[in-house]
């Protein structure tokens, strides 16, 4: 979606999503890359929204969800592919009418990343398949 009339959302330098110091490849046991915890957050648009909520292996899902929308957000992290997806770096100045998801995995084997995206920008079928079982 394109809206006129945005302002700048500030700067954004570093290239995000990309692999940090805490993400290790696990190739020897696959129950270590399944995803024990999704964060996601979703801001901007129009409306400045501001979603929060926390998918977590073993607890009770967020208001308003189901057992059956954990599992899913729960197994789509679970793609061995988003480890290495490589996200582009954010604009510098992004319509402040797009929305930002910022998703932090983290997975059995205690390693975590976090990745972030505008509405709007390249699609990446990895990732948006990731968003799309993020209500």
């Given at each position: 979606m394109l809206v006129a009339g945005c302002a700048s959302a500030g700067s954004v330098?570093?290239?995000v999503g990309q692999p940090s110091s805490s993400v290790r490849p696990t190739t020897a046991n696959p129950a270590s890359s399944r995803a024990v915890a999704v964060t996601y957050r979703q801001t901007g648009g129009e409306e400045a929204l501001?979603?929060?909520y926390r998918f977590t292996v073993?607890?009770?899902p967020p208001a308003g969800f189901s057992r059956v929308e954990v599992k899913a957000a729960l197994e789509a992290a679970s793609d061995p592919s988003l480890r290495s997806l490589e996200m582009p770096p954010l604009p510098e100045?992004?319509?402040c009418d797009f929305y930002l998801y910022v998703v932090t995995i983290s997975w059995a084997d205690g390693t975590s990343r976090?990745?972030?995206s505008f509405s709007g920008?390249?699609?990446l079928p990895t990732f948006d398949r990731l968003l799309d079982r993020l209500p």
């Open positions: 330098s570093e290239p501001d979603k929060r073993g607890k009770p100045d992004q319509c976090t990745y972030k920008d390249e699609p």
